[in-house]
């Protein structure tokens, strides 16, 4: 039984910075990447940041220089560190991960959200 919670989200001023986390429990042998996507308001959900195990990363490029994305494999957890935030970051943060083995078998899993909000 897999289960993922995510957490530091919040009202931040432009300019500001936050860090949010997610952190998967349950019987959990291995995960093969780790990434943060976003939905603002009136818009698709975008890619934002991926992180595979060999230590590679990517970012979209409206967040290139400003975001961070990383993994303590030990906690089964990852994050996102955010700074220089602008109203445009403004979204709702989804957390995901790729290739999660359980005994189960591989699949992948999704947070449940949490709210982000850049004021001008």
């Known amino acids: 039984q897999v289960q993922l919670v995510e957490s530091g989200g919040g009202l931040v001023q432009s300019g500001g910075s936050l860090t949010l986390s997610c952190a998967a429990s349950g019987s959990i042998f291995s995960i093969s990447a780790v990434g943060w996507y976003r939905q603002a308001p009136g818009k698709q959900r975008e890619w934002v940041a991926h992180s595979i195990s060999g230590g590679s990363t990517r970012y979209a490029d409206s967040v290139k220089g400003r975001f961070t994305i990383s993994r303590d494999n030990a906690k089964n957890t990852m994050y996102l560190q955010m700074t220089s935030l602008k109203p445009e970051d403004t979204a709702v943060y989804y957390c995901?991960?790729?290739?999660?083995?359980?005994?189960?078998?591989?699949?992948?899993?999704w947070g449940q959200g949490t709210q982000v909000t850049v004021s001008s």
């Open positions: 995901n991960f790729q290739g999660l083995a359980t005994p189960s078998g591989l699949g992948d899993y």
